[in-house]
């Protein structure tokens, strides 16, 4: 590409150029002042004619609007650190918490006088970090864990309120890292949503799941078609310039043409900005935008900097929450879906309400023990309650406007999907579909059955799962077996190599040993250590056919819970007809484990755990590593249970175990007990 304009007529470099200006200073005043001076088909024509010359002349300037849309799909997402760590912040939930607040600041700082701060909107919507270089964009970043986040340039650039190349006209640091929010304003996020159920697709919780799920899509042309803003509110890293106070550093950005926070207040002393806070909690739902609270900081850069940070929050600055919004409506219908895990959660088909600007018309009633708690029936008034990043939820039923025509919604005996049965185990809460064929959670089986610690198909991950999904190749475990090369090389990403790799590790996979194959159906309860001890148990896949509960319970290593899961599997006769099926596509399953016996004994073999409370790591990673070591997790304390591993705000599990007299561990015990 000519990237110095060489060899152009001067006549055709200036025209790009100033159409390049104009286009740009149109869309500030459309996405950012929202003050448009030109209609939109006079838009349309100067776009058209810059298309034109750049095309022609092959010269396109960094800062063009046409570099915001047609960038290729991306594999996937890769990681970025960020020069600063983003913190997040501390919340508080009432006035008295924000005084509690300006009472620690004052404390540290040694100081009675009045603090200044900054008070305004808090946007709900995705943290981004906008990495710019000599004023031009060079790199956009989710937030992720706060150290490392994701690289969404390419989605970034099509947000036409972002600036791709920093008005000239003011100071310009040599490197800046800008912090902002990404939002979906709330009537874009209602037609969104419209569209989607029109399609059939799963709806968006809430605008900023909108919001997010719009920045990371691997394809920038899908962002591209969603309006989305931005609001700019803080810096990271920062070379070649210096601000005083948030105040002058808000400023700055505004005459850098950056959209900043609506209605931002610089005032004088904690009292002053709970005024604002007020203020705006009044005026929340007048915002087009969704805003869960308001956000305090310390005004003075200097200041900041002397209060400092604790572990991953600044010491100046808090989060006010504001309440959550309810209004009153009435259940038309209680319906169940089933996630990716095969979990059936009943939801409500609610009569439209608005709810803090935004139109409720389904709530989840979480599960079905919560269900009879609150004594919610189809037909019932209820209450129903809408935080920012919250699924609306039934908080009570109004007993005073029954007519004694409501009705029940007990709990299901088929999948409402697939029609296949269901279990629910004693003590839980959960209610399952177990089918390997049901739709919900095919894809997610299917990406579990080729992972490395199963069936071991490489190239065929999530993404891939999800473009054959799409396009209809597979439906079921089997169709992974029946794909042809020629397949493959009618879709998007694939070629000759590509897709020769991928038939030869389907076919590799075809020769598997009982306890990966065991390991990679899915079954609830049968992580890799429990697939190994089924499998020095039974000689064949066949022997594990109708198995009963008693024979699983028998051996030694097996709890009820598995037993009752692996029985329940291997009776349902859709899953039978599954395994014959692969059998006969060529999937021959070995079984070296049988009676060997190890001579190696693993560091947890034989012992049972029960998790409890908020651990340092999550919670599935830990089950994972207590079952890949040998032992056994139950989500319910008993006489064979071993262990209780605790952790911060421990549950009734707690005073059960201590009755019972199992030993309780916390995480650094349970790690030297692990070997780790």
Same mark, same amino acid.
């Given at each position: 590409? =000519?990237?110095?304009?060489?060899?152009?007529?001067?006549?055709?470099?200036?025209?790009?150029?100033?159409?390049?200006?104009?286009?740009?200073?149109?869309?500030?005043?459309?996405?950012?002042?929202?003050?448009?001076?030109? @209609?939109?088909?006079?838009?349309?024509?100067?776009?058209?004619?810059?298309?034109?010359?750049?095309?022609?002349?092959?010269?396109?300037?960094?800062?063009? @609007?046409?570099?915001?849309?047609?960038?290729?799909?991306?594999?996937?997402?890769?990681?970025?650190?960020?020069?600063?760590?983003?913190?997040?912040?501390?919340?508080?939930?009432?006035?008295?918490?924000?005084?509690?607040?300006?009472?620690?600041?004052?404390?540290?700082?040694?100081?009675?006088?009045?603090?200044?701060?900054?008070?305004?909107?808090?946007?709900?919507?995705?943290?981004?970090?906008?990495?710019?270089?000599?004023?031009?964009?060079?790199?956009?970043?989710?937030?992720?864990?706060?150290?490392?986040?994701?690289?969404?340039?390419?989605?970034?650039?099509?947000?036409?309120?972002?600036?791709?190349?920093?008005?000239?006209?003011?100071?310009?640091?040599?490197?800046?890292?800008?912090?902002?929010?990404?939002?979906?304003?709330?009537?874009?996020?209602?037609?969104?949503?419209?569209?989607?159920?029109?399609?059939?697709?799963?709806?968006?919780?809430?605008?900023?799941?909108?919001?997010?799920?719009?920045?990371?899509?691997?394809?920038?042309?899908?962002?591209?078609?969603?309006?989305?803003?931005?609001?700019?509110?803080?810096?990271?890293?920062?070379?070649?310039?210096?601000?005083?106070?948030?105040?002058?550093?808000?400023?700055?950005?505004?005459?850098?043409?950056?959209?900043?926070?609506?209605?931002?207040?610089?005032?004088?002393?904690?009292? /002053?900005?709970?005024?604002?806070?007020?203020?705006?909690?009044?005026?929340?739902?007048?915002?087009?935008?969704?805003?869960?609270?308001?956000?305090?900081?310390? =005004?003075?850069?200097?200041?900041?900097?002397?209060?400092?940070?604790?572990?991953?929050?600044?010491?100046?600055?808090?989060?006010?929450?504001?309440?959550?919004?309810?209004?009153?409506?009435?259940?038309?219908?209680?319906?169940?879906?089933?996630?990716?895990?095969?979990?059936?959660?009943?939801?409500?088909?609610?009569?439209?309400?608005?709810?803090?600007?935004?139109?409720?018309?389904?709530?989840?009633?979480?599960?079905?023990?919560?269900?009879?708690?609150?004594?919610?029936?189809?037909?019932?008034?209820?209450?129903?309650?809408?935080?920012?990043?919250?699924?609306?939820?039934?908080?009570?039923?109004?007993?005073?406007?029954?007519?004694?025509?409501?009705?029940?919604?007990?709990?299901?005996?088929?999948? @409402?999907?697939?029609?296949?049965?269901?279990?629910?185990?004693?003590?839980?809460?959960?209610?399952?579909?177990?089918?390997?064929?049901?739709?919900?959670?095919?894809?997610?089986?299917?990406?579990?059955?080729?992972?490395?610690?199963?069936?071991?198909?490489?190239?065929?991950?999530?993404?891939?799962?999800?473009?054959?999904?799409?396009?209809?190749?597979?439906?079921?475990?089997?169709?992974?077996?029946?794909?042809?090369?020629?397949?493959?090389?009618?879709?998007?990403?694939?070629?000759?190599?590509?897709?020769?790799?991928?038939?030869?590790?389907?076919?590799?996979?075809?020769?598997?040993?009982?306890?990966?194959?065991?390991?990679?159906?899915?079954?609830?309860?049968?992580?890799?250590?429990?697939?190994?001890?089924?499998?020095?148990?039974?000689?064949?896949?066949?022997?594990?056919?109708?198995?009963?509960?008693?024979?699983?319970?028998?051996?030694?290593?097996?709890?009820?819970?598995?037993?009752?899961?692996?029985?329940?599997?291997?009776?349902?006769?859709? =899953?039978? /007809?599954?395994?014959?099926?692969?059998?006969?596509?060529?999937?021959?399953?070995?079984?070296?484990?049988?009676?060997?016996?190890?001579?190696?004994?693993?560091?947890?073999?034989?012992?049972?755990?029960?998790?409890?409370?908020?651990?340092?790591?999550?919670?599935?990673?830990?089950?994972?590593?207590?079952?890949?070591?040998?032992?056994?997790?139950?989500?319910?304390?008993?006489?064979?249970?071993?262990?209780?591993?605790?952790?911060?705000?421990?549950?009734?599990?707690?005073?059960?175990?201590?009755?019972?007299?199992?030993?309780?561990?916390?995480?650094?015990?349970?790690?030297?007990?692990?070997?780790?």
């Amino acid at each position: 590409m =000519n990237m110095s304009g060489e060899n152009m007529p001067q006549g055709v470099l200036q025209e790009i150029e100033k159409l390049v200006r104009e286009l740009n200073d149109h869309s500030y005043r459309y996405y950012v002042l929202d003050e448009p001076v030109i @209609p939109d088909a006079e838009y349309d024509r100067l776009y058209r004619r810059l298309k034109e010359l750049e095309e022609e002349y092959d010269y396109v300037l960094p800062e063009s @609007p046409t570099r915001r849309v047609g960038e290729p799909p991306l594999e996937k997402f890769e990681k970025v650190k960020h020069g600063m760590p983003m913190l997040s912040l501390d919340n508080a939930f009432s006035h008295d918490e924000v005084r509690d607040f300006d009472a620690r600041i004052k404390r540290l700082l040694n100081t009675e006088g009045p603090v200044e701060y900054t008070v305004e909107p808090k946007y709900d919507g995705l943290a981004i970090e906008l990495v710019y270089r000599d004023g031009h964009l060079y790199k956009a970043s989710t937030r992720g864990d706060g150290y490392e986040g994701e690289d969404v340039t390419g989605n970034i650039r099509t947000i036409r309120a972002i600036p791709l190349k920093m008005e000239v006209s003011g100071r310009i640091p040599v490197e800046i890292d800008i912090r902002g929010e990404v939002y979906m304003e709330l009537d874009e996020f209602e037609k969104l949503n419209g569209q989607r159920e029109r399609s059939g697709e799963p709806l968006f919780a809430n605008p900023r799941n909108a919001a997010a799920g719009s920045v990371r899509q691997l394809d920038p042309s899908i962002t591209a078609s969603r309006k989305l803003y931005l609001a700019c509110y803080g810096a990271g890293t920062l070379r070649g310039m210096e601000f005083s106070s948030q105040a002058e550093f808000v400023q700055w950005l505004k005459a850098m043409r950056f959209p900043v926070p609506a209605a931002m207040r610089v005032v004088k002393g904690i009292d /002053r900005a709970i005024d604002v806070i007020k203020e705006l909690e009044i005026n929340r739902n007048s915002f087009p935008f969704e805003t869960d609270g308001a956000v305090i900081k310390v =005004n003075d850069f200097g200041i900041q900097q002397k209060l400092g940070v604790r572990t991953r929050e600044p010491r100046w600055a808090i989060a006010y929450k504001f309440p959550a919004h309810r209004a009153t409506t009435k259940i038309l219908d209680i319906q169940g879906s089933v996630g990716r895990t095969g979990v059936i959660t009943p939801f409500a088909i609610l009569e439209p309400v608005r709810i803090g600007g935004v139109t409720v018309s389904r709530s989840t009633l979480h599960n079905w023990n919560e269900l009879k708690r609150k004594d919610i029936k189809i037909g019932d008034t209820v209450v129903v309650e809408r935080a920012g990043d919250v699924i609306p939820h039934v908080v009570t039923v109004v007993e005073k406007e029954r007519t004694g025509l409501e009705r029940d919604f007990p709990i299901p005996g088929k999948c @409402p999907v697939c029609g296949s049965k269901v279990i629910r185990e004693e003590g839980e809460v959960a209610v399952r579909c177990v089918s390997l064929h049901c739709p919900a959670q095919v894809q997610e089986k299917i990406i579990h059955f080729a992972s490395r610690g199963a069936m071991d198909i490489e190239g065929l991950g999530e993404k891939n799962v999800e473009l054959l999904y799409s396009r209809g190749l597979i439906k079921h475990f089997e169709d992974i077996y029946r794909l042809d090369k020629s397949d493959l090389l009618e879709l998007p990403r694939f070629a000759e190599k590509s897709a020769r790799n991928l038939i030869d590790a389907i076919n590799r996979s075809k020769r598997v040993s009982l306890t990966k194959f065991l390991f990679a159906l899915g079954i609830l309860h049968v992580g890799e250590y429990a697939a190994r001890v089924l499998a020095g148990n039974f000689r064949t896949i066949e022997d594990l056919y109708n198995v009963l509960p008693d024979r699983i319970t028998g051996i030694r290593q097996m709890g009820e819970k598995s037993a009752s899961s692996i029985s329940t599997f291997f009776s349902d006769e859709k =899953n039978l /007809r599954t395994l014959e099926s692969l059998k006969s596509l060529g999937v021959t399953i070995d079984n070296p484990d049988f009676e060997s016996g190890r001579k190696e004994r693993l560091p947890l073999e034989g012992t049972s755990f029960v998790i409890t409370g908020t651990l340092p790591e999550p919670r599935n990673e830990i089950e994972e590593m207590i079952e890949r070591l040998g032992g056994h997790v139950s989500s319910a304390v008993s006489k064979k249970t071993d262990y209780l591993l605790a952790g911060d705000e421990p549950g009734s599990k707690l005073e059960k175990a201590r009755s019972g007299g199992v030993k309780i561990i916390h995480y650094k015990e349970f790690l030297k007990i692990a070997g780790k």
